[in-house]
């Protein structure tokens, strides 16, 4: 089993660009969810999805946007992208109410 | 407000010595997690429990849900124990929402 993967692992944008994370898993996880980790901050939810055909906006919605594509994959889009959104983005699956399993993560620079 | 504050922030220690990392959180939950993230980045569960105390090897999870807090211990420490660990709760009404703490970078000195 790879667990939950993400691609890419970097990624540098200009402001305005867009792109998507891909992540996927492969443990039949009813729920998957995009967080981002800034220095100093805990993680912060950005969206979630209960199960296949549902998405939740969490914490830090504004700017991203998600599709939960089938019950493995779970993309994050960022349609304009702005200095603010440098992070690094981890993607995590789990059947509620268990632990999570985090994939690897993005780490993104916008200039 | 952060609903899960962790102290301290930054831990050095010497290779042997007797490790304590604490949690506190101010909502209602339905599970406590530690997690433990490497310098490589990569995250990975380390408990979750929801009352009493928990032992893998030389870590041991506690909570106490009265008081809101829970620790995390690590007997005999070494340097490979050197990484972030992070506290997170998920909501009691809502599974799938969890609240993370900041993280406390722990050092393990040879």
């Known amino acids: 089993n790879a667990g939950v993967t993400q691609t890419p692992k970097f990624q540098v944008l200009k402001t305005g660009q867009s792109m998507t994370l891909q992540c996927a898993q492969d443990?039949?996880?009813?729920?998957m969810y995009w967080y981002r980790q800034d220095p100093g901050m805990g993680l912060r939810l950005i969206y979630y999805s209960a199960s296949e055909g549902t998405t939740d906006k969490g914490e830090v919605p504004n700017g991203y946007n998600v599709s939960r594509l089938n019950k493995r994959e779970f993309s994050l889009r960022l349609e304009s992208a702005a200095p603010s959104q440098t992070s690094v983005y981890f993607c995590?699956?789990?059947?509620?109410?268990?632990?999570?399993?985090f994939g690897p993560g993005t780490r993104l620079t916008v200039t | 407000k952060n609903e899960v504050e962790q102290s301290p922030q930054n831990l050095t220690a010497q290779e042997g010595e007797f490790i304590t990392i604490n949690c506190s959180y101010s909502?209602?939950?339905?599970?406590l997690h530690w997690l433990q993230q490497h310098p490589g980045g990569g995250i990975v569960s380390l408990f979750m429990?929801?009352?009493g105390k928990k032992k893998h090897g030389r870590l041991i999870a506690t909570i106490n849900i009265q008081e809101k807090h829970s620790s995390l211990h690590i007997t005999a420490s070494h340097p490979r124990d050197s990484a972030v660990y992070i506290c997170?709760?998920?909501?009691?009404?809502?599974?799938?929402?969890?609240?993370f703490g900041s993280g406390t970078k722990l050092n393990v000195k040879p």
């Open positions: 909502v209602g939950i339905s599970a």
């Open positions: 429990l929801s009352s």
């Open positions: 443990m039949n996880h009813n729920s």
């Open positions: 995590a699956s789990m059947t509620p109410p268990y632990e999570q399993y």
């Open positions: 997170a709760v998920s909501s009691l009404y809502n599974f799938n929402k969890f609240y």
